[in-house]
């Protein structure tokens, strides 16, 4: 009978929480022949914002000479063909997601040895006050722990409530209280791409 019970809670947790089915894409961008250097973009997401944010960064670091790999960071298989890392990942109730903070401890030595930045999607940044990114920069503590990056972007993501599972869609209305909408500043994402392999 506990079993049934714990399949049960198990089986309505699966359920009632995350989002919809996301296909997460694997790209490359960039010319092969010319290129400076190859370059990994890697992301995790739950509702899909996240993604077309690391395809924006990725084709922009593509335009500066550079390939560019997209792909989710389950994907991943080896990280010496890339000169710099770049992870990215959405924000839940004040944390990156579990799948990236795994990635980064797992390729932690990997890493340290390669330029890597953080980027994150939050909604918190909906509205860019100096308080908001006061406090979402404190939402890569738990990565910059484990590897210092080179650069950090912050940026809005999107709310759509009908993309979200019953818990998910209780805890960002009641708990987060996330307004619906795009915030997704491309500019702002395309700027911070162009200027990140300056360094
Ligand atoms: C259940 C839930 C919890 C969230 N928690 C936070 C949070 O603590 N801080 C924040 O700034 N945004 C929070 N958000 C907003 C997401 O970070 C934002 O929607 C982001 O764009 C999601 O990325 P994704 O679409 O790639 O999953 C939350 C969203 C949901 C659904």
Redesign the pocket.
């Known amino acids: 009978m506990k079993v049934i019970t714990a399949i049960f809670i198990m089986s309505i947790s699966l359920y009632a929480c995350g989002?919809r089915h996301i296909p997460m894409p694997t790209k490359t961008y960039g010319d092969e022949v010319s290129c400076k250097g190859r370059v990994l973009v890697t992301y995790a997401?739950?509702?899909?914002?996240?993604?077309d944010i690391a395809d924006s960064i990725s084709f922009c670091v593509s335009q500066q000479g550079y390939v560019v790999d997209l792909m989710h960071v389950s994907s991943v298989e080896n990280l010496s063909d890339y000169s710099t890392i770049v992870i990215g990942s959405?924000?839940?109730?004040?944390n990156v997601t579990p799948e990236v903070k795994r990635f980064v401890q797992t390729n932690k030595e990997a890493l340290q040895d390669k330029p890597t930045a953080y980027f994150i999607?939050?909604?918190?940044?909906h509205e860019d006050t100096p308080e908001n990114r006061a406090k979402?920069k404190d939402y890569l503590i738990p990565l910059r722990e484990i590897v210092t990056p080179f650069a950090e972007g912050y940026f809005a993501?999107?709310?759509d409530y009908a993309k979200?599972k019953p818990f998910?869609r209780f805890?960002?209305k009641r708990m987060?209280k996330?307004p619906e909408g795009d915030f997704r500043d491309w500019e702002d994402i395309r700027r911070w791409s162009t200027t990140l392999l300056t360094h």
Do not use: P, Q
């Open positions: 989002s997401t739950r509702a899909g914002s996240t993604i959405a924000i839940r109730m004040g999607a939050c909604l918190t940044l979402v993501g999107k709310m979200l998910s805890a960002a987060v996330a």
